[in-house]
């Protein structure tokens, strides 16, 4: 692990004109999980950093770790979170409705489409099926249940590749645009693809939820842009598409779905200019409201920390809920290690038995929770799941055990 570059020239607009608003120290890539003989071995540690356009208004991180290092060998796997595969289940069912069932054999293409978690819905559908997803653990996966993928990164090149065969009706991307550094190749392989009537569907986090409940957490150097929809109007429009449609969605704690098209080929809905409306109502184009933002990730540190000490010096004993990439960063930023939690349980097998980076927690298979209750604390660092997870675990917390959801303030429950 070690190709890392610094530019200073914001990704959709190409301006200058950029402003730090949260330093998040230096830190290792937030999934660079680690085996027990990595322990000893000195970490590869990078700046994280957010930056705001002041000219488009989009927020981003300008320190960049290599893709090779960060995406060939990935841990996050959809099908392990079954709140994920539900929403996909019914996100293939709503696109499908919407947009292809007059159409016979239509083509679906996603990007960065992980174990296939998705496809395989699509193909439940009688849609053909693509995927592209630069992880080999990941595309073997996929293409190991027969959902057909590509192990590579999407780039216009390849949308030249395949589009000879046919367009796509629908291209999907969930959680990967924001992982994208070079966007407008993105976008050219997209308008490729497409054709004149095709579809391109994403979901991204977004920005204002991350500002409104504090999810300073999901900031991490695979995470390369947070957006809003204002400069995403900025970056469609270079390329004569349009966003018709926009969806708010609960998952990954308050995710966009959006909908571009060629221009004048749907009908803009109404919830475009209100979500425009919003963000500008919010300020999201001024910098007073980033600078409040940075000023409440650093108190919410001291009120973390200020907790699990108290809980530490009244004996409790803890440990950590989720191995999650958000969770790492939450980790590292407040300095909490092996020394203040025990373990970390997940229920992805690949993160079992290896260690979080830069705090060195084991983490633990689920059922550790079994031999936990009466005054134990987990710290939920999965806390996109907590109703789920809560749910789940009404056993723990009715033999007297707790949970801290650490953000927006930090509460047991
Ligand atoms: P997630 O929030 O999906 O993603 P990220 O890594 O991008 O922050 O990670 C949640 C982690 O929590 C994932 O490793 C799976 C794990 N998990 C459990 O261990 N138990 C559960 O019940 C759920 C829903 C997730």
């Keep these: 692990m070690s190709h890392y570059n610094f530019v200073k020239k914001c990704r959709i607009c190409s301006s200058k004109n950029l402003e730090l608003i949260l330093d998040l120290g230096e830190q290792p890539p937030a999934n660079s999980l680690l085996q027990k003989n990595q322990l000893e071995i000195s970490e590869a540690k990078f700046p994280l950093?957010?930056?705001?356009?002041?000219?488009?208004?989009?927020?981003?991180?300008l320190d960049i770790v290599s893709?090779?290092?960060?995406?060939?060998?990935?841990?996050?796997?959809?099908?392990?979170?079954?709140?994920?595969?539900?929403?996909?289940?019914?996100?293939?069912?709503?696109?499908?409705?919407?947009?292809?069932?007059?159409q016979k054999n239509p083509l679906i293409i996603e990007i960065g489409s992980n174990d296939g978690s998705l496809l395989k819905e699509f193909k439940k559908l009688g849609c053909s099926i693509l995927g592209i997803e630069p992880a080999s653990n990941l595309s073997n996966i996929a293409n190991g249940s027969g959902i057909s993928t590509m192990n590579d990164f999407f780039s216009s090149d390849i949308a030249k590749n395949i589009v000879q065969s046919k367009n796509a009706s629908v291209i999907v991307a969930n959680n990967v645009i924001g992982h994208i550094e070079n966007l407008h190749d993105l976008m050219k392989g997209i308008k490729i693809l497409i054709g004149e009537k095709g579809v391109f569907v994403f979901e991204v986090p977004y920005l204002i939820d991350l500002i409104k409940k504090l999810e300073f957490d999901t900031i991490y150097h695979e995470h390369l842009s947070y957006f809003s929809i204002l400069p995403l109007l900025h970056l469609m429009k270079n390329f004569g598409l349009e966003i018709f449609n926009i969806q708010k969605q609960s998952?990954?704690?308050?995710?966009?779905?959006?909908?571009?098209?060629?221009?004048?080929?749907?009908?803009?809905?109404?919830?475009?200019?209100?979500?425009?409306q919003l963000e500008t109502d919010l300020q999201l184009n001024k910098i007073e409201i980033y600078k409040k933002f940075s000023l409440e990730v650093k108190e919410l540190k001291f009120k973390i920390?200020?907790?699990?000490?108290?809980?530490?010096?009244?004996n409790k004993s803890l440990f950590g809920y989720g191995a999650s990439a958000?969770?790492?960063?939450?980790?590292?930023?407040?300095n909490i290690d092996h020394t203040i939690l025990d373990f970390i349980i997940d229920t992805t097998p690949i993160k079992q038995n290896k260690f979080t980076p830069g705090t060195h927690?084991?983490?633990?298979?689920?059922?550790?929770?079994?031999?936990?209750?009466?005054?134990d604390v987990a710290l939920l660092l999965a806390w996109n799941y907590e109703e789920q997870i809560l749910d789940k675990e009404h056993n723990f917390r009715s033999r007297g055990g707790n949970f801290l959801i650490p953000?927006?303030?930090?509460i047991l429950k």
């Design 49 to 61: 950093r957010l930056f705001w356009c002041k000219d488009c208004f989009l927020v981003q991180l």
């Design 361 to 375: 927690i084991p983490i633990l298979s689920p059922e550790k929770i079994n031999d936990k209750g009466d005054g």
């Design 326 to 334: 958000k969770g790492n960063v939450l980790l590292n930023y407040c």
């Design 305 to 314: 920390l200020n907790l699990l000490n108290n809980l530490k010096e009244n």
């Design 407 to 410: 953000i927006p303030k930090p």
């Design 251 to 276: 998952v990954h704690g308050g995710t966009i779905r959006i909908f571009v098209s060629n221009k004048d080929i749907f009908k803009v809905n109404e919830s475009v200019k209100k979500f425009i």
């Design 67 to 102: 893709k090779e290092d960060l995406f060939k060998h990935y841990f996050y796997m959809t099908s392990a979170s079954k709140p994920i595969v539900q929403h996909f289940q019914k996100y293939a069912g709503d696109i499908f409705k919407e947009f292809l069932k007059e």
